[in-house]
């Protein structure tokens, strides 16, 4: 893979000196809290908005909920196998991280800037990989918040290149890794996840993990049945009686 271990200028190289030379211009406090979010922040908002979906999807019907809250698993479930499949894909390209390469840029995360990361491989980029996934996994179940938080993958990758621990085509490969790997799977995960979710909300104790109490419940309904009246009421049979 030298085309990704070579330095040489391209498009990919002058991406990342323009969007990580705004770090020198901004104040110290932005760059703080750039490196937070990236590092931390967002991955945190994402976990906040899987839960506030599945605070929303318990509300619903018991078909609805039972999909949605499937879907949900998902979402964890498709971003850890993606940072799986992102190990032996980091060794196979061997891309060292871009200040390792190259020379003036600013790395704001203090870790790699005290040496620490040195050795590790830039190609994808796990924290944007863990985002996209999340975001890509919360789309399937609910489409308003699962914009929102492909998003925020946006948001996580430019500050992972921001913070000058990435390359833009690190960020990039990141955004197709989580998309794919939600995405390609997800028929069969979903058919082998639906009918367990389905047996846990008919369940008394752990039913409320997937729809609220008192919603989506089938009860029998108590339809007003015709009286017959009494014979003596019916003169009309007598007289045809008769």
């Not at 609805?64 to 032996?88: D, H, M, Q």
């Not at 029998?220 to 014979?231: E, H, K, R, S, Y």
Request: with cysteine; glycine share 12%.
């Amino acid at each position: 893979m030298a085309g990704l271990t070579t330095g040489g200028p391209n498009v990919d190289v002058s991406l990342l000196y323009e969007i990580n030379g705004a770090a020198r211009q901004a104040p110290q406090w932005l760059d703080r809290a750039v490196s937070l979010a990236g590092e931390y922040g967002i991955l945190l908002a994402l976990v906040l908005l899987v839960l506030w979906c599945w605070r929303g999807a318990r509300r619903q019907d018991e078909a609805t909920a039972v999909e949605s809250f499937a879907a949900l698993l998902w979402a964890p479930l498709a971003a850890g196998l993606a940072l799986l499949v992102n190990v032996p894909l980091r060794e196979f390209v061997g891309r060292p991280r871009p200040f390792v390469q190259h020379e003036g840029l600013q790395v704001l995360d203090p870790g790699f800037g005290a040496g620490f990361g040195h050795t590790e491989y830039s190609f994808v980029s796990g924290h944007t990989t863990l985002a996209m996934a999340l975001g890509v996994g919360l789309f399937v179940a609910n489409r308003k918040l699962g914009l929102l938080g492909i998003g925020l993958a946006f948001a996580e990758g430019f500050c992972r290149v921001y913070t000058g621990i990435h390359y833009p085509t690190d960020v990039i490969g990141a955004f197709a890794l989580g998309t794919a790997m939600v995405l390609v799977f997800a028929p069969l995960a979903m058919a082998a996840l639906t009918p367990a979710v389905s047996r846990v909300a008919r369940s008394r104790r752990a039913g409320r993990l997937v729809r609220a109490k008192g919603r989506g419940l089938t009860r029998p309904v108590d339809l007003p049945q015709a009286q017959t009246p009494p014979t003596e009421q019916r003169p009309h049979e007598s007289d045809l009686a008769a």
